[in-house]
């Protein structure tokens, strides 16, 4: 199985400034054939499903605020919020599914500071 | 729009089979567009992917390495539901369970409310 390990677990960040949340995968998630990595990033927040935020580890799903964004390749990804808004927080995963099983990332919690 | 409907007991006994279905509506579950799954999130694992089934010319089914053992999904086109069967429950199984719409162009984007499932004597 592909093992997704995210850091940190948790992360506080003042209204306005930058949240950057990692994720690693145990082996690449790029599939050479069509360059394209198969990691996804969705934000869960308290008594709520979760939500998808970026597919193919940089497009944003409609709707979704352009102040998050995903970046990365290989085995090495972010997620980035560019401004945190107070209803950003919320715990996010990033997921693979380059390979069944899929899996996803422990989870990183996101507050305010 | 898409909209998933998890039904099923809260409350299953220790060795007993688990048993939920996810109703689909605006979609169907014979589509070659997408892939239904079930997933389930507890304090303990996190965010667990269980299995999927999907057509694509014929019916796939995969399943988590933790589950492959006890688990079944099934697709019933009649009434454009699957299902989730996972057999000998543990406490381990207590989770919130969610069936989800994979969407071949990238991501699970469709959630349902998610239903809490306990297992205890």
């Known amino acids: 199985d592909i093992v997704m390990t995210q850091s940190p677990d948790s992360l506080a960040v003042s209204l306005g400034e930058r949240a950057t949340i990692n994720c690693k995968s145990s082996q690449s998630i790029l599939y050479n054939s069509n360059k394209k990595n198969y990691l996804s990033w969705y934000q869960q927040k308290p008594g709520q499903s979760p939500k998808l935020l970026i597919y193919?580890?940089?497009i944003r799903e409609s709707g979704v605020p352009d102040r998050f964004s995903g970046g990365g390749s290989g085995t090495d990804f972010t997620l980035t919020i560019s401004s945190l808004q107070a209803e950003d927080v919320a715990v996010y995963y990033c997921?693979?599914?380059?390979?069944?099983?899929?899996?996803f990332g422990q989870g990183t919690k996101v507050e305010i500071k | 729009q898409v909209q998933l409907r998890e039904s099923g007991p809260g409350l299953v006994r220790p060795s007993q089979t688990l048993s939920l279905t996810c109703s689909i509506s605006g979609d169907s579950v014979s589509t070659n567009s997408a892939a239904w799954n079930w997933i389930r999130h507890s304090p303990s694992r996190g965010l667990e992917w269980l299995g999927r089934t999907y057509y694509r010319s014929k019916r796939y089914n995969d399943y988590g390495t933790s589950v492959k053992s006890r688990i079944s999904i099934n697709p019933d086109t009649s009434r454009n539901q699957f299902s989730l069967q996972l057999t000998s429950a543990t406490p381990e199984d207590t989770g919130v369970y969610y069936c989800?719409?994979?969407?071949?162009?990238?991501?699970?984007?469709?959630w349902g409310q998610g239903t809490l499932v306990t297992v205890s004597s």
């Open positions: 193919w580890a940089s």
């Open positions: 989800v719409r994979y969407n071949w162009n990238g991501g699970f984007d469709c």
């Open positions: 997921h693979q599914y380059y390979d069944t099983p899929w899996t």
